[in-house]
């Protein structure tokens, strides 16, 4: 290699490493500018709306008051019986029954007359939210006809299929009825279709109904009275004209809750069709 040659590559060289250089001080300088040129992050504003937020927050918490979930005779709240005419709930029955159950009747009421045909009784202790042990309401009872909330079975009354909301017990006209568990008297009174109908309620929100009674049931039981399990509240009788082609009976009916069910899931039933079986 000669030495102009020699000379030419190291003033290369040289320029190389200028250039190298000059990018590495450009870099630098550049990125000094952008940071300086950056602000400091500051705190947003807070908004009225995450303020008012806030100031709810550091409130103090008042503890919801407790729902009572309970549905007794005396929280004003209407079963749902189920109506045979239709098959759905008895509305202008439930509209009777409220006001009864408004009046908180089997709390504060004094005892009745002694000359009272039926004299209040002091319910058994029995939790409010537990249901309590129904019996048969009449003596020795038969059942000749199930209860049937979905399904429609035949009526011979009016000769059709509808839905029947009870169980009928076979009995003759003025047998005594009774209470099939303890509780209080909600009403007494005359339903168009079922006739005079005694109902109690009981706890575990449960209420029963005893329909098609004789008008003498209304000098047996009255409103507020307390009553035990087995103890007179009326007398069968002929007054349910939508049932009134059947055989002499009782009709019974028991809603849970606030809704209808079957009493033979409830309590023990003797049927008809079991004794007459060979």
Not at 60 to 73: G, H, I, L, R, Y
Not at 96 to 121: F, I, M
Not at 195 to 200: I, P, R, S, Y
């Amino acid at each position: 290699m000669t030495t102009n040659a020699k000379k030419q590559n190291r003033i290369l060289t040289a320029a190389l490493i200028i250039l190298i250089a000059s990018l590495i001080a450009l870099i630098a300088i550049t990125s000094g500018a952008n940071r300086k040129a950056k602000p400091p992050a500051e705190e947003p504003p807070v908004s009225e709306t995450r303020r008012d937020k806030e100031d709810e927050s550091s409130a103090p918490v008042k503890s919801p008051a407790k729902k009572n979930d309970e549905k007794t005779a005396d929280d004003g709240s209407a079963p749902s019986f189920a109506r045979e005419e239709d098959g759905k709930p008895d509305e202008e029955f439930d509209e009777r029954l409220t006001p009864a159950a408004e009046q908180k009747s089997g709390e504060d009421k004094a005892v009745p007359e002694a000359d009272r045909d039926t004299a209040a009784v002091p319910t058994a202790a029995h939790p409010e939210n537990e249901l309590p042990t129904f019996r048969a309401p009449l003596e020795n009872a038969v059942a000749v006809k199930g209860c049937s909330l979905a399904v429609p079975v035949f009526s011979a009354t009016m000769n059709d299929y509808r839905t029947h909301g009870g169980i009928d017990f076979a009995c003759a006209p003025g047998t005594p009825v009774l209470a099939a568990a303890e509780g209080t008297v909600v009403s007494v009174a005359k339903d168009p279709m079922m006739g005079w109908t005694v109902t109690l309620g009981h706890s575990g929100g449960a209420v029963t109904r005893y329909a098609g009674l004789s008008e003498e049931s209304t000098n047996i039981a009255k409103a507020g009275d307390k009553v035990l399990a087995g103890q007179v509240i009326g007398a069968s009788g002929e007054t349910a004209l939508i049932e009134s082609a059947e055989e002499n009976h009782l009709h019974f009916e028991l809603a849970v809750d606030g809704r209808a069910a079957d009493p033979a899931e409830y309590m023990d039933v003797v049927w008809l069709s079991d004794l007459t079986e060979d």
